[in-house]
Nanobody
Framework: VQLQAYGGGLVQAGGSLRLSCAASGLTFTRYTMAWFRQPPGKEREFVGTNGWNDGVSYYADSVKGRFTISRDNAKNTVYLQMNSLKPEDTAVYYC?????????????????WGQGTLVTVSS
């Protein structure tokens, strides 16, 4: 199983960025996909998740209304559209795949992880 996250970069506050995560080696339609992030010097934290069973997305309060998760099952790819970015969104972003139904927010609920992509938001 391989998850490859990409699309990170440097963006000004208020800008937008879209991250992608391409999955291979698994039955993508049976996995709930999630995004986590780890800000500099802090613990990894939940960002959002999209359930394989119902397609419903759940988000952390800190990103709700600004970030949107979507998935393209034909391309085995999950996306994280990030709008109205803030300096506090600066982090390494990771995608993850888990067999649980939608809504799981713990990192231990996810079996496979991508390598991370760095997002830097300048003020």
């Amino acid at each position: 199983v391989q998850l490859q996250a990409y699309g990170g970069g440097l963006v000004q506050a208020g800008g937008s960025l879209r991250l992608s995560c391409a999955a291979s080696g698994l039955t993508f339609t049976r996995y709930t996909m999630a995004w986590f992030r780890q800000p500099p010097g802090k613990e990894r934290e939940f960002v959002g998740t999209n359930g394989w069973n119902d397609g419903v997305s759940y988000y952390a309060d800190s990103v709700k209304g600004r970030f949107t998760i979507s998935r393209d099952n034909a391309k085995n790819t999950v996306y994280l559209q990030m709008n109205s970015l803030k300096p506090e969104d600066t982090a390494v972003y990771y995608c993850a795949a888990g067999l649980w139904d939608s809504g799981r927010r713990g990192s231990r609920d996810y079996n496979y992880w991508g390598q991370g992509t760095l997002v830097t938001v300048s003020s």
